[in-house]
């Protein structure tokens, strides 16, 4: 299974991205889905989270500013991000949990993309 992720990039502060990842490979279902995020120094956190089911959960300090949403037909979950903040300057990993089977489920990482928020 690999995730692949589109869409980082550099913007200015106040302005907006999305994030694009898709899954590929031997899937026979997609559980959790989500956005972490790794700055220079710091540990990786959660951005936002969601379920095959739609629910999501979102890290305080995006809440407002950042849209997580999942097509189950495609294997796909995008972040839009409006509202950019310096502070958002970080490597974006899009994270999945895949049953590869009926038994068998996986953590699975994307390589990363960067995004840059200028002042």
């Known amino acids: 299974v690999q995730l692949v992720e589109s869409g980082g990039g550099l913007v200015r502060a106040r302005g907006s991205l999305k994030l694009s990842c898709a899954a590929s490979g031997s899937i026979f279902r997609i559980n959790d889905m989500g956005w972490y995020r790794q700055a220079p120094g710091k540990q990786r956190e959660l951005v936002a989270q969601?379920?095959?089911?739609?629910?999501?959960n979102y890290a305080d300090s995006v809440k407002g500013r950042f849209t997580i949403s999942r097509d189950n037909g495609k294997n796909t979950v995008d972040l839009q991000m409006i509202s950019l903040r310096p502070e958002d300057t970080a490597v974006y990993y899009c994270?999945?949990?895949?049953?590869?089977?009926?038994?068998?489920?996986?953590?699975?990482w994307g390589q990363g993309a960067q995004v840059t928020v200028s002042s």
């Open positions: 969601i379920t095959s089911g739609g629910s999501t």
């Open positions: 994270n999945a949990f895949v049953q590869v089977s009926r038994y068998y489920e996986f953590e699975y």
